[in-house]
């Protein structure tokens, strides 16, 4: 498996060239085009890393899981659901035209920025702070490591150009879909976007997700069952932006993608899989990961389907 | 089993009366609204019956599962998904919105009309007479039933009320996604969605694709393994109109749903399930049928997820 | 004001190279990219004709004036606008999405092709044929000149590629808007787009709208006044597709332009201009005729406001 | 003349009761729904006030042609439509939707929120209370009444709930259209609405715009020649939200309608009119204003067309 990971990354590597970092956040615009790497952590804990595995990057749209574990168990089903959908979204990650059109206001999914905006301010918690705090404990459970933190540089120039989500988030508040101060929430998004991790990290959090919810490495579940089968239902029909039914089709598992290059797939019962590379298709798919679990879903039979 | 079926079917009678019986289609508002029945046929070949499973209906949307299946044998997929999109919609089945808004005009899936008239296309035969024999055959053999036939009342009250969906072609035509003759591809859509079944033709019909594409009581394949596979993925992120995501989260299986009230599912390597409602809610899924999957789906713990 | 004409279309020669002639209908693209001409007809039945006044072209657009025209005065004001608006839209001319999403489906405003269909729909004849001849009459007592006749050559290429307008006819036969013979209705709709002028016949019609419905020639009311008056008001808020705002900021005087290359201006009181320029902006509006009636509205005052 | 406006407004006194007052700004909601009154402010001075014309209320989008004034005054017209267009929109005022399709997110006309809050950004001052200031000091003159001031009940309940205009502004700052502080510009904007006045003062605005921008008491020339006309374009194709068109139709002069309930109309080189009546119909405007001005223009040979 080592060996077909590591010629899958090799093989990948030159269509990178064709992706672009993500500019309109200034911070990571310093992201290196070129790098592509991964991590497969099974379910029996072990780990295989190739490529240029020790990259460091944020998670981005990847918190966007965490937060939705956090609301649904927070929360329960009916009171997320009741304020946002999750319906899969032909439009850009980024966009206001689908928020207005619906006819009661509510995001279409968890996944898209206007849900997660939603989700992050129904995370438990009195303030920011409580609610980041809450996001944050939970990352570092799934991924079994204390020492992950927010990338502070990024964090403020997701702060200082996010007018698009700011926009958003006044939309929602508008409309009585979010309720408490939109600053407070956006500071804990941007936050959770901006914490910044390598692929074992996620491709251990995905292990979580693909072995039921419950951690490979203590046995203890840290995700309930029903709160697990709903996120891999998610990720399946909304997990990549508006290319989420090729995904499905292509490669057939369970995943989430960011803007900091990575895509986190989860194979149930048998590994969470990530992969970093910076360089993004124009949907804001890592170009060369989407390659790369292409690859390793032909060559290892991962499809669900 | 059985008496598992026999109970989701009887709780949920009465969620009927809050349906409607498609009506655009004057020979459809004959359907009956208060009929509930299913059929469950796995993969040893057993078939349960329950309710009302003697109510005749015509498939509607259902056929596009077996025209995609045809398009994708006879053309392969890189052409097929070079004139559809795989991508699920947050429209309406009959939305011309969103293939206009697409960049190149392309429909987003084979599951919208849109989509469904371009693989009608694509089906191999000179002319539509040829096409619809194609398809036709398919799902004689998909069913196990040589007698299924078209119902002449239902395809010429399509063919007189169908003008929306020739708007859909001739707008498809001047974009040349469809080349050939309009008039004659209608036909054949009008024809396939005309085709008069009962649960248990449509049971079998998802027993195959359970089955990986090989029919449970010949041991033939009749469907190509990749092909089957992409089915499935589509079924599962765009099978159900707008509420595809929602299914999956409440369902999460692979299922199809059309206006004649029926709803295929199918639960991979172990049985395919037809359920028919006449009764639909706004979006066009029969309102009893969800309810009944979603009742199967927890006590038979189906979901793929 | 001969040579105020002649400088102004002098001046303007040069931007012609940067539009396009039309081609999607392929007749239309042989017209000369070149060429730019005008003629000015005032009330007191002076005639002046500069630059490539002998340029014939097909009026296109410019009939939709002419159909109005005929729908009001046939079945009356309340009639023609409980079926189409008149509201400007700021989407492009052959648009269906607009359409679409009008909570009643009616088209905008009598100005883009749906609206134009639906007029063409309501013009007085038992058929095509009756219908046709109703405006062909209309435009030959306007432009006071027996002998104009449909071009044959536009018309064949316009009904073999208009499959646009053939979804837009369908879509809206398929909403109720429309209920006669949608074949039947395109057939008027392609001969009235596809009638053959030069600018001093156009110049003509525009004075009998700029003398309030009467003749200069003869002192004949030709359009009742009410008519006028709502024909006048459509101009100006619809009259130059996604760009009407602009012109009647810069020009400000009621107008309609074609995809032939032809703008026919309406200066109230005084005279009737039409301009001839087959290259289009992206618009589809003369991008000659365009800056022609920018340089006389600023040097003959023009503007309405 | 007298009689006419008295006639006119009994006439229409009972429509106002299926008109709703506007209720999302809280304050707005204690407007009187019976009320209707109208003054007629005509060129040589003659002020006439007939009906409910004690009635104070808040000018909302009336503002808007006063901020376009100063905007175009302080920056010249190329300046102000490389930012904001003037083309017309069959959205409602509040929309994002059409926003965000045009391709370079350029609000489509100065009179929907967005393109307001564009021009409030380019108005002259270095900050929110300069800007305010040169608006304020623009609609004394043009009103000839110095005691015209901002209701600050009414101006906190917009600030308070102005998460829809927050949206937009953001929005705007995220695609480079404002550049300043999004909440000092937004703070001008709602002060702007928030202007309390008497009909009278709004028809001897309406008296100046009609008299080409020479004040009719004094001569002074308040505003430049081009930037009047530009006014009346713009008030004729966009003042009435996505009615414009009808009022145009209907109508014929240049106006702009506010939720507060007033409608300022300008007969050129005749006279200003203000109606106030804070019953809105479902586009926003006054349901009795706008009858007012049905029968006033009917009656007085009004429209321009």
Redo the contacts between chains.
């Keep these: 498996m080592k060996t077909i990971l590591k010629n899958v990354i090799e093989n990948n590597r030159d269509i990178t060239k064709f992706g672009q970092v993500a500019t309109y956040i200034p911070e990571l615009a310093k992201g290196n085009r070129d790098a592509l790497g991964a991590c497969i952590f099974d379910t029996s804990c072990n780990s295989i890393l190739e490529g240029d595995y020790e990259t460091k990057f944020t998670i981005q749209s990847v918190s966007k899981v965490v937060t939705l574990i956090c609301a649904l168990i927070d929360n329960g089903k009916e009171a997320v659901f009741s304020k946002v959908?999750?319906?899969?979204?032909?439009?850009p990650f980024n966009?206001?035209?689908?928020?207005?059109?619906q006819e009661n206001h509510k995001p279409?999914?968890p996944f898209i920025n206007a849900g997660a905006i939603v989700c992050t301010s129904l995370v438990s918690g009195d303030n920011g702070i409580e609610k980041f705090s809450r996001i944050h404990n939970m990352i570092k459970k799934l991924s079994n490591n204390d020492d992950i933190d927010v990338n502070y540089s990024v964090y403020n120039s997701e702060k200082l150009?996010?007018?698009?989500n700011?926009?958003?988030?006044?939309?929602l508040?508008?409309?009585n879909i979010i309720e408490k101060d939109?600053e407070d929430i956006l500071d804990t998004y941007f936050k959770s976007c901006s914490i910044e991790v390598l692929v074992e990290d996620i491709a251990k959090v995905a292990s979580v997700i693909a072995n039921n919810g419950v951690a490979p490495w203590s046995n203890e579940r840290l995700i309930p069952e029903e709160v697990n089968?709903?996120v891999?239902?998610?990720m399946?029909?909304?997990g990549l932006y508006?290319?989420?039914?090729?995904f499905?089709?292509n490669v057939?598992v369970?995943a989430k993608s960011g803007v900091g290059g990575c895509i986190m797939a989860v194979v149930?019962n048998r590994m969470g899989i990530a992969v970093v590379g910076p360089a993004l298709d124009k949907h804001g798919n890592s170009i060369g990961g989407v390659k790369v679990m292409e690859g390793l879903s032909r060559e290892l039979n991962l499809?669900?389907?």
Tied chains: 1, 2, 3, 4.
């Design positions: 959908g999750n319906e899969p979204s032909a439009d966009s206001l035209l689908k928020l207005e059109i279409l999914n150009t996010g007018n698009t700011r926009a958003i988030a006044y939309y508040k508008g409309a939109v089968r709903i891999k239902a998610i399946t029909t909304c508006d290319t989420s039914g090729t499905s089709v057939g369970p149930p499809s669900i389907f």
